[in-house]
């Protein structure tokens, strides 16, 4: 009987040893579950938000941009084709970019001062600050983008050599364009300007004319339109591009991508001051000076638009 008992009580014991040995078991797979969650969560907490890589700038927490839309003012062509392929590097975010197309100077800073869009991209620094001078706002660059050179295109004349007396030269009517257009002529030795007009030249600076030719001020977006009821027409890059000109194969001049001009009126992105550090921008300023831009650029412009990064 004896023996009996100690034999069920040995079985009872091996029992509880067994079940004891099973929950520490159970126990020690659970913590090493646990532990190995909260380094994966640890580990996915650091690389949250972290894009590399072309267009992306890595101090920018862009998990925290998820689902942002940036309304952004363009000009139709080079600026909104330029955007299309930075909202392409930016939809990898979760960023949605949208463009507003405007086909004057005037509409894009508007809204980007009133706070309809986020930031607009049409213009160069020179017109910004004369812009702001004229009308009060306040907006600012945040990145350089692209050059534009201007060109001189034939309308009823089809060489410099063959202008005539009195023949007319249509150039744009904006105060930072129009120096820039008679400087170019100037440099083809078609007038000369008083050099204390600087950037603010105007046809009233002319001061010699040998072929007494008319300058015809007119809004840039005119310009293409008209060529052919003026014998030559100085036309900036974006509206010579929009009308399916080519600066290095149509323009009988143009300014050169390495001159002074090219730093003195790079086309920029430009939204309302205050915004310059808002990651939002910060990430599209990346996208846009991206080596894909870089090549869309050079790929589809054939030198009417110059890369500047």
Request: aromatic share 6%; net charge negative.
């Given at each position: 009987m004896k023996k009996l008992i100690s034999a069920a009580l040995a079985a009872v014991l091996a029992l509880s040893l067994a079940a004891c040995g099973q929950d520490t078991s159970s126990s020690a797979a659970s913590d090493t579950t646990a532990d190995a969650s909260q380094g994966s969560q640890t580990a996915s907490d650091e690389?949250?938000?972290?894009?590399?890589?072309?267009?992306?700038?890595?101090?920018?927490?862009?998990?925290?941009?998820?689902?942002?839309?940036?309304?952004v003012a363009a000009s139709p062509t080079p600026h909104a084709e330029i955007l299309a392929v930075a909202g392409d590097i930016l939809a990898q975010a979760g960023i949605k970019l949208e463009v507003v197309e405007f086909t004057d100077y005037v509409q894009p800073n508007m809204v980007t001062e009133s706070g309809e869009v986020d930031a607009n991209y049409f213009q160069h620094q020179d017109y910004l600050n004369n812009f702001n001078e004229e009308n009060g706002t306040h907006l600012v660059s945040v990145a350089e983008i692209h050059?534009?050179?201007?060109?001189?295109?034939?309308?009823?004349t089809?060489?410099?050599?063959?202008?005539?007396?009195?023949?007319?030269?249509?150039?744009?009517?904006?105060?930072?364009?129009?120096?820039?257009?008679?400087?170019?002529?100037?440099?083809?030795g078609l007038i000369e300007l008083d050099p204390d007009a600087g950037l603010t030249a105007t046809k009233n600076d002319i001061t010699s004319n040998p072929k007494n030719l008319e300058i015809v001020e007119m809004e840039a977006a005119q310009l293409p339109r008209t060529l052919a009821d003026v014998d030559m027409a100085v036309i900036n890059g974006n509206y010579a591009t929009q009308a399916g000109f080519s600066s290095a194969k149509d323009a009988l001049a143009a300014e050169s991508a390495d001159s002074e001009a090219a730093q003195i009126y790079p086309n920029v992105l430009?939204?309302?001051?205050?915004?310059?550090?808002?990651?939002?921008?910060?990430?599209?300023?990346?996208?846009?000076?991206s080596d894909a831009v870089r090549s869309f650029i050079d790929e589809n412009f054939g030198g009417a638009v110059v890369p500047l990064f």
């Open positions: 690389t949250a938000g972290t894009f590399t890589g072309d267009g992306f700038d890595e101090s920018i927490d862009y998990a925290s941009l998820n689902g942002t839309t940036i309304k050059y534009e050179p201007l060109g001189l295109y034939p309308g009823k089809k060489s410099i050599d063959e202008l005539a007396d009195g023949a007319k030269i249509s150039v744009p009517n904006d105060t930072s364009n129009e120096a820039r257009a008679l400087q170019l002529l100037a440099a083809q430009v939204v309302k001051e205050g915004r310059e550090s808002d990651p939002a921008i910060l990430a599209l300023a990346a996208a846009l000076q």
